[in-house]
C-alpha cells in the first residue's frame, strides 16, 4: 500500500494514506498516517541519505546510525541488515558496550542488539572496497588510505572498553581493598582538615596553674554552669537540674526535713525504708534566671503544702507538659547564661563549615560530571572513579558535619580567663571524685559539706560524695543539714538506705522530657563524673 505525500507532521489525526515530513534543524519527522484498531502492522519505510558514506583512496566508510538515542523506552531486541554492492571487509557495531554482534555474510552485514537502554544510540560501521564503486555521488570524499588507520581506532575503542571492564572486575573481585581505599579516601581528607582545625583553633592554651586539687568550689559560679564549662558547652540537663534544685533547699528557698519511705524492692515482695527529704516552701529569694523555671516545677509539685522528695517524679509526670515547657526553659537560661559569659571562642566552626561548603561543592560536581556521561550497560572506569570520588567527598562533607555536631572540642577553645577557671573546677571535681581518700582533710563548716554535694549532683558524682561523707562528717553537722540524710557513724547496709541521687536526677530527667518523647531521658549532666574531658554487563560488540 503507497502512501501519498502530504503535508501535516502534527502528532495528531490526519487525512488516511498520506505522510508529511518536515526539517527542524538537524533532524527531519516523518509522520504517516493510517487505520489500524486491535491488530499488528507493519510498515516498509524507504528514504535516501547523503553523505553519510566517506569515500578514501582505498575504502568506503559507511557509519549509519540504526537507532538514535531520542527514544526515551528502552528496546527489547534491534536488527538491522545492511546490503552492500560488494563483498564487506569489516564491520562494527557502535558502541562497543552496547550488547550485541555484528555478523559479516559477503555483501551483508547483520547487526544484532539486545536490551537497549532508554536514550541510547546504535550503530552500524561497515567497510567496503574503494574499488567497487564508480561514482562517489552522495559520498564525502576524502583523501589518503583509511582502513589501517579505522581497523586500529575501532581496536583502541574496544581495548580501552576492556581496560575499564577489567578494573571495574578488579575493583569487585577484591572488595576488602576496593573498601580499604574509598574509606581512607573518604575519612583521611576530613580527618586532615579536623586534625588542622583542632590545632589552630581547638586546643587549649596552657596556664600556669597547676595544682591537682582545689578543697573549695573555685568560684562562685552556679552549680548549672560548671558542667558547661567544663565540657565546653552544651545542652543542660538532669544533672544540672537536680542540683539547682539542692541549691535552692541549701539556700533555703526551700525547707527540707528527714523523714523516711518504705519503697517495693523485688517486684513487690520485699520493701526496704529509704532515708527521704520532706520538702516545703522556705524563704522567699531573689532566683537568677536559670533558676525561677526550676523554682515553678518545684512550686506546682509542692502547690502550696509539702512533698517528699521521692515522690516528685510521679507528680511531674502527672503534668509533663507544662513540666517540660518549662524544663526547656532552664536549660534555654543556662545557655544563654553561659553564652553571655563568653567562656568560648568558636571560629574553628568557621574553618570547618568552610571545607564542609568545598567538600560537598566539589563532591556534587564530581557526582554531576559522571552521572552526565554515565553508561548504564557498561560505565567507564573513569566514570566510577568520578562517583567514587563524589561520594567520598560528600561523606567528607558529613563527617564534618558531625563534627560541627558532635566534637565541640575540635572546633572550639576557652577564652585565656575561661581556661583557668576550667582547670581549677576540673582540680576541684577531682578531689571530690578521689575525696573518700582524703579524709585527712574534711571540710570544717556545714555550708563547705553542703556545697560539695551540690556540685557533686551537678558532676554526676554524688553518690560519691555521700560515700565519701559517711565517717569523717561530724554528726553535728549531718544533724543540722537539710541535704544530708546518710548516718554519719553507720555504713550502707546498716539502717535506712540513702535515696540513690543518681536515680533521682534520672527520673527528673525522664519525667521532664516532653510527651511525645516516650519519657526517655532528660539528658545534660555528667556521666559517671565526666566533665574534665574531650567530649550489568555482557559482552560488547565485537
Known sequence: MLYAQGRETDLEPGPLRTFGVTRRGDTMRIVWYFD?????????ISYTLTGVAVAYDDVVDVNLKVWGDQWAEPLHRLVAVENAPARILRGWGKPVWVRGDVELTGRRATLRAV????????????LLPRSAFTS????????????????????????????????IDDWKSHPLRTLGVLAALALLPALAVIGLVYALFGRERRTDYDREYEQEPPTDTAPALVP???????????????????????RGAYKAEHTTTERSIWGGLRSETVADLE?????????????????????????????????????????????????ESFKGAVGSEVQRRGWFRSVGALALVAALVLFALTGAVLGWLALDGWRTVYPRFSDVVL??????????AAFL???????????????????????????????????????????????????????????????????????PMPEALHEASTIYWISPGGDLGSGATSLSIG????????????????????????????????????????
Open 36 to 44: 489500524a484498531r486491535d491488530e499488528t502492522r507493519a510498515f516498509t
Open 115 to 126: 536490551s537497549v537502554p532508554a536514550r541510547q544510540f546504535v550503530e552500524l560501521r561497515t
Open 136 to 167: 562517489t555521488g552522495g559520498m564525502k570524499v576524502r583523501r589518503g588510505r583509511a582502513l589501517d588507520r579505522i581497523v586500529a581506532e575501532e581496536l583502541a575503542d574496544a581495548a580501552r572498553y576492556q581496560r575499564d571492564r577489567d578494573r
Open 228 to 250: 558547661a564549662l567544663l565540657r565546653q558547652g552544651g545542652e543542660a540537663g538532669s544533672f544540672e537540674f537536680t542540683a539547682t534544685l539542692f541549691d535552692l533547699i541549701r
Open 279 to 327: 520538702l516545703s516552701a522556705g524563704d522567699e529569694q531573689e532566683l537568677a534566671p536559670w533558676e525561677q523555671p526550676v523554682a515553678k516545677i518545684v512550686d506546682a509539685v509542692l502547690d502550696g503544702e509539702s512533698e517528699r522528695l521521692s515522690r516528685f517524679r510521679d507528680e511531674i509526670e502527672d503534668e509533663r507538659a507544662s513540666m517540660s515547657t518549662r524544663f
Open 387 to 396: 562517583v567514587s570520588l563524589a561520594g567520598c567527598l560528600l561523606f567528607g
Open 401 to 471: 558535619f558531625a563534627t560541627l555536631l558532635f566534637a565541640r572540642k575540635v572546633w572550639r577553645r576557652r577564652t585565656k580567663a575561661g581556661q583557668l577557671e576550667a582547670e581549677r573546677w576540673d582540680a576541684f571535681r577531682r578531689y571530690l571524685t578521689d575525696f573518700p581518700r582524703l579524709q585527712d582533710a574534711p571540710p570544717a563548716t556545714l555550708e563547705l559539706w553542703e556545697r560539695y554535694l551540690v556540685y557533686g549532683i551537678a558532676f554526676g558524682i554524688a553518690e560519691r560524695v555521700l560515700q565519701g561523707a559517711q565517717l
Open 503 to 542: 536515680d533521682l536526677a534520672s527520673g527528673f530527667g525522664s519525667a521532664l522530657a516532653p510527651p511525645n518523647s516516650g519519657g526517655s531521658g532528660g539528658g545534660g549532666g555528667f556521666s559517671g563524673g565526666g566533665g574534665g574531658g574531650g567530649g550489568g554487563g555482557g559482552g560488547g560488540f565485537g
